[in-house]
């Protein structure tokens, strides 16, 4: 031996983003791994610097609170809400999604929040701009929104066994909606979630 040392190996520590921010954002019980973690990864892919990621889980019942808002660079959950999905997604499960004019149908992806928005029919409202091709991206000429609706409420959940369904819009609660557009408008990020969202998706990446 000639008294040299090999030098040692440094110890590779992995960070994972996605957990870590499920965890400070107390997420647990509130919103899947998995969901949050497709969400980000989409999120970052399209748009790094976003600060703001809202995340609807569409593979959880209508009777669940399954929209999540998030702060990236805090780490803070800003809102637990409900929200309905489209007439022709299903009744208490989201089922059957969809890019069609007049399929009534949600579309799952992601989606750029643009501006706030006066509908003549649901009032405060949120532009929808899909940022995926073939998946999501009709949703301006869908008239796809975001906006408050009396159907997304425990008292309709109580007589219905379900939420109301939209014409594929995220409907909300309309208490919600106000808060909705300071969290998001002009710049947040919108994804929605449902496992076979994947296979879609990774047709356009």
């Keep these: 031996m000639d008294g ?12 994972d983003e996605v957990a870590e921010l499920h965890e ?22 399209r ?10 889980d ?7 609170k399954r929209l999540v808002v998030v702060d990236l660079v805090s780490q803070d959950l800003l809102l637990h809400t409900y929200v309905a999905h489209g007439q022709g997604t299903g009744e208490l499960m989201a089922e ?6 007049g399929s009534h149908r949600t579309s799952l992806g992601l989606y750029r929040v643009g501006s706030e928005i006066v509908s003549p029919k649901h009032g405060q409202a949120l532009l929808l701009h899909g940022m995926d ?28 066994g379900r939420l109301g369904r939209s014409w594929g819009c995220p409907a909300v609660p309309q208490e919600a909606m106000a808060h909705l557009v300071q969290l998001l408008a002009d ?17 356009v990446r």
Excluded: K, W
């Excluded at 569409?58 to 669940?64: A, D, F, G, L």
């Design 4 to 15: 040299t040392r090999s030098p040692i190996p440094a110890t590779a520590v992995v960070v």
């Design 187 to 203: 710049g947040g990020l919108f994804y929605v979630h449902h496992p076979s969202a994947q296979i879609a998706l990774a047709q």
């Design 58 to 64: 569409m593979s959880r019942p209508s009777t669940e």
């Design 133 to 160: 091709r073939g998946v999501n991206d009709r949703a301006l000429e869908r008239e796809i929104i975001m906006h408050g609706a009396d159907y997304v409420s425990e008292a309709f959940i109580a007589e219905h």
């Design 24 to 45: 400070q954002a107390g997420l647990g019980g509130v919103l899947a791994l998995d969901a949050l973690r497709a969400a980000y990864e989409r999120a970052c892919e």
């Design 96 to 101: 059957q999604f969809g890019n069609q004019e």
């Design 47 to 56: 748009s790094p610097d976003a600060r703001v990621l809202a995340v609807a």
